[in-house]
């Protein structure tokens, strides 16, 4: 198998910003689950304050080389698989969630599948922490009433507490990607999104420029769709709490 840029890595060289990242992202004595280690450089740093690393690499060549790149330490382990294939739960399972983190720098053509993936297994870990790109970064964190704000926005605040931490130039990675990154810390917050509330959310930012009421047409009876408040509205327009009150309104009796 073929890696590096094939596969969408940019690998990250800067010293200083990978010990910045491991600092952020881990705590002495936790279990961290690292997404896309690649060379190993964020590695050795999160093996250097973590107990232990469980690190998932889609490239065959760079999962068998890992250990020696790190030094063989005992508290490495190492998956040769897809992130978006394996089962967190299962990996997580004899870990503590109060002492277990999930790190990555994440291919940017494959950003949003992880993050729903990694807040769908929220419960077994405390926090997340990415390297991403800085667009993408901006949409997570977005507030109501930005151009940013949509889908990616809600999922995420929902059920994390997301924060961008800082941004990382093109030239501190390795072949240097056209745009921009960011790091951003996900602390797991409240209880699992109740059910429907996220298929109501993406249809509600299906088209964004469309008012509330033709995006939500297929879903709900006509007038008491018509009837609610909001169906005039953009879904941009409203925060997360007001679209969270709409839909508890049309799912109401």
């Not at 030094?71 to 897809?82: H, K, S, W, Y």
């Not at 990616?152 to 240097?176: D, I, M, T």
């Amino acid at each position: 198998m073929r890696g590096g840029a094939n596969l969408g890595q940019h690998f990250l060289r800067d010293e200083g910003l990978l010990a910045r990242i491991a600092s952020a992202a881990v705590a002495p004595d936790d279990t961290v689950i690292e997404i896309g280690p690649g060379r190993g450089a964020l590695t050795r740093h999160l093996l250097g304050i973590a107990g232990r690393v469980v690190a998932i690499e889609l490239d065959d060549e760079l999962a068998e080389a890992l250990p020696r790149r790190c030094g063989a330490p005992q508290g490495l382990t190492v998956i040769a698989a897809d992130i978006l294939k394996v089962s967190l739960p299962d990996i997580l399972s004899e870990s503590l969630p109060g002492q277990t983190v999930v790190v990555g720098n994440l291919p940017y053509y494959i950003t949003s599948p992880i993050l729903r993936k990694v807040l769908a297994a929220r419960d077994r870990f405390r926090s997340a922490t990415f390297l991403m790109q800085d667009e993408v970064a901006d949409r997570v964190v977005a507030s109501a009433g930005s151009r940013s704000f949509g889908f990616l926005s809600c999922l995420c605040q929902l059920q994390s507490g997301p924060e961008k931490l800082f941004r990382v130039p093109p030239g501190a990675f390795e072949p240097p990607p056209a745009v921009h990154s960011a790091v951003v810390r996900f602390d797991i917050a409240g209880e699992p999104p109740p059910a429907g509330l996220l298929s109501f959310l993406s249809a509600c930012f299906r088209h964004p420029r469309k008012m509330l009421k033709n995006n939500l047409t297929a879903h709900y009876p006509p007038r008491r769709l018509n009837a609610d408040p909001c169906a005039g509205m953009r879904a941009q327009q409203l925060s997360l709490t007001e679209l969270r009150e709409m839909w508890a309104r049309l799912e109401g009796p």
